[in-house]
C-alpha cells in the first residue's frame, strides 16, 4: 500500500503544481503576444481540464488510502462510517474535505465559461496546492512551531508550483511560437523566477530546519538520503534556469536550445516531485 500511495502522492502534486503555475502565469502573460496565445489557449484549457480531472482521482485515491490505513483494513474492506468518521473526526479528514472543494470547483471553472473565470482559476489552483501543507510533516509539531511550519509549507508549495507549472506553460509557449514573438513572455517569465527561486530554496532550508534542526545525514537515513537528491535535483533546475536566463533566453537564434533546455529543467522538476512524493511516507526523525 504504501508503494501506492507514494505513486499517487506523486501523481497529484505533480498535478496541483502544474495547474497552479500554469494558470498564473497564464493570467500574468494577460494579452502578451495575442495571436500565439490564443491558439495556445485551445490546447492550454484542455489540458488543464485533463489535469484537473486527474488531480480528482488522485485526491480520492489518496482519501481512501489513507482512511484504510487509519482503519486497519484495505481499501476493499472500507466501510462507508470508516470513510465519514477519517473525513468527520481526523485533521486529515478535515483538511482533505476543503481540499476535494477546491479541486471540484476548479474543474467547474475550467469547464464552465464565467465572466472573470481568468481570475478564478489561479486562486482556486492556489487553493488546492495550499491545503495540501496542513498534511504534510508540519502536522507533526503543535502550537505555534506547527502553525509557522505550515505557513512555511504554503509558501515552499506555492513558489515551487509557479515555478513548475510556469515552466509548462513557457515550455508550451516556445514550441507553440515562431522565432522572435517569445521575447516578451521570456522577459515577463525572467523578472518573476528570481523571486521564486529565492521563495523555494529559503521556504525549504525552513522546513527542514524546523522539522530536524539540522541536515540529516544522507547514509544514516532513507529521509536524509531522498532529501539530498531532492536538493541536488534543485540544484540542477537553478543551474539550468541560469543558463536559460543569461545566455539563452535573449538570443532569437538560440531557440531551439532554449526550448530543450526548459523542458530539461522542468523533467528534473518532475524527478524532485517524485522525490517529495516519497519523503512525504518518511519519518524525518531515525527510528
Known amino acids: 500500500m504504501d508503494d501506492v500511495l507514494v505513486l499517487c502522492r506523486f501523481v ?5 503544481l502544474a495547474l497552479f503555475g500554469s494558470t498564473l502565469f497564464r493570467t500574468l502573460l494577460g494579452r502578451l503576444e ?21 488531480a480528482i482521482v488522485s485526491a480520492l485515491a489518496w482519501l481512501l488510502l489513507v482512511a484504510a490505513s487509519m482503519g486497519g483494513a484495505s481499501v476493499s474492506e472500507l466501510t462507508p462510517s ?16 476543503w481540499h476535494l472543494v477546491s479541486c471540484f470547483g476548479l474543474l467547474l471553472v475550467l469547464v464552465r465559461s464565467w465572466r472573470g473565470e481568468h481570475l478564478l482559476r489561479p486562486v482556486l489552483a492556489g ?21 509557522g511550519l505550515v505557513l512555511n509549507q504554503v509558501i515552499h ?3 515551487a508550483g509557479a515555478w513548475f507549472g510556469g515552466l509548462l506553460l513557457l515550455a508550451g509557449l516556445l514550441y507553440q511560437s ?34 530536524v534542526g539540522t541536515w540529516p545525514t544522507p547514509y ?25 536566463r543569461l ?35 518518511l519519518s524525518p526523525v531515525p527510528g
Open 127 to 147: 487553493l488546492l496546492l495550499a491545503s495540501l501543507a496542513p498534511v504534510g510533516h508540519g502536522a507533526m509539531l503543535d502550537g505555534w512551531a506547527g502553525r
Open 178 to 211: 515562431p522565432e522572435g514573438t517569445h521575447m516578451a513572455a521570456l522577459r515577463r517569465f525572467s523578472g518573476v523566477g528570481y523571486g521564486l527561486v529565492a521563495g523555494v530554496t529559503l521556504s525549504g532550508l525552513l522546513n527542514v530546519w524546523g522539522l
Open 12 to 16: 497529484h502534486y505533480s498535478a496541483a
Open 247 to 281: 545566455a539563452l533566453a535573449f538570443r532569437q537564434r538560440y531557440l531551439l536550445a532554449l526550448r530543450r533546455s526548459v523542458m530539461l529543467e522542468w523533467c528534473f522538476g518532475l524527478a524532485a516531485v517524485a522525490a517529495v512524493s516519497l519523503l512525504g511516507t
Open 82 to 97: 470508516i470513510l465519514l468518521a477519517v473525513l468527520g473526526k481526523t485533521f486529515f479528514g478535515k483538511v482533505w474535505c
Open 157 to 159: 508549495l506555492l513558489c
Open 34 to 54: 495575442p495571436q500565439t496565445l490564443t491558439a495556445l489557449d485551445r490546447r492550454l484549457l484542455l489540458g488543464q481540464r485533463l489535469v484537473a480531472g486527474l
Open 220 to 244: 544514516a537515513s532513507t529521509f536524509g538520503l531522498v532529501l539530498t537528491i531532492k536538493l541536488a535535483l534543485v540544484g540542477v533546475m537553478l543551474a539550468l534556469a541560469l543558463v536559460n
